[in-house]
């Protein structure tokens, strides 16, 4: 089945410093995935999308993701974090059906 | 950018309550919606797939009488709860794809603000 999992519930880091938040994926064939975010009580926010081409796709907000096939991994960067840069993020991978799956999300906390 | 309207943001009712939610492409035309289900602390769930001028292509375990999905034109899908209980309470969030004139697949969904379900 095609899926994507987010192994962290938390990320935790300072202002400043460069986050990750991890996401792997199970698909077959080529696969489609995309991150967004979500703050308190809104709806999703698309960041970017990897479809094909380079490995390292620029979004919005200064975040970028690194499509790696070996590690089946797609996860999401940022240089220097923002306090603002705190919500839920989710990974997706889009089916042959054109809908969406998800994984579980990771919660963002960026301290000052 | 391209924008998805969704309302209301929040309803509270009482029990046996039908709601409907709206969901709107502002300045596209989306031939498929989606309508997806959140719990607190959780992923969205795809509770169904709606299409306009047909009908909507449910998950399994979703009931179909009980979440009614009309897709009537292509700016607009509707989801009505009917006769609403407890357990209906979450946060439903709409999304649709904006296909273009080329009929591009990989544009990225687009989704609306959501709308938190109180049923009492």
């Known amino acids: 089945a095609q899926s994507v999992a987010q192994p962290e519930d938390q990320v935790n880091v300072a202002e400043g410093n460069p986050l990750t938040v991890k996401c792997t994926y199970s698909v077959s064939g080529n696969p489609y995935l995309f991150w967004y975010v979500q703050y308190p009580n809104r709806g999703l926010q698309f960041l970017l999308k990897y479809i094909t081409g380079d490995n390292l796709v620029k979004g919005s907000y200064g975040f970028e993701a690194e499509f790696n096939k070996s590690q089946t991994s797609f996860h999401l960067k940022k240089p220097s974090a923002l306090v603002s840069d705190s919500a839920l993020y989710f990974c997706?991978?889009?089916?042959?059906?054109?809908?969406?799956?998800f994984g579980a999300g990771t919660r963002l906390t960026v301290k000052p | 950018g391209a924008v998805v309207s969704q309302h209301p943001s929040r309803v509270i009712c009482k029990s046996g309550t039908s709601v409907k939610i709206e969901c709107r492409s502002l300045d596209f035309q989306a031939t498929t919606m989606f309508w997806y289900r959140q719990f607190p602390k959780q992923s969205l769930m795809l509770m169904a797939t709606s299409n306009e001028g047909s009908k909507a292509t449910y998950e399994q375990g979703v009931e179909k009488d009980k979440f009614l999905i009309n897709h009537a034109s292509l700016t607009l899908s509707t989801l009505t709860v009917t006769s609403a209980h407890p357990e209906d309470s979450s946060f439903y969030i709409c999304?649709?794809?904006?296909?273009?004139?080329?009929?591009?697949?990989?544009?990225?969904?687009?989704f609306g603000d959501g709308t938190r379900l109180s049923i009492l």
């Open positions: 997706a991978v889009r089916l042959l059906t054109h809908d969406m799956r």
């Open positions: 999304s649709a794809r904006d296909h273009g004139w080329s009929g591009n697949t990989n544009q990225p969904q687009h």
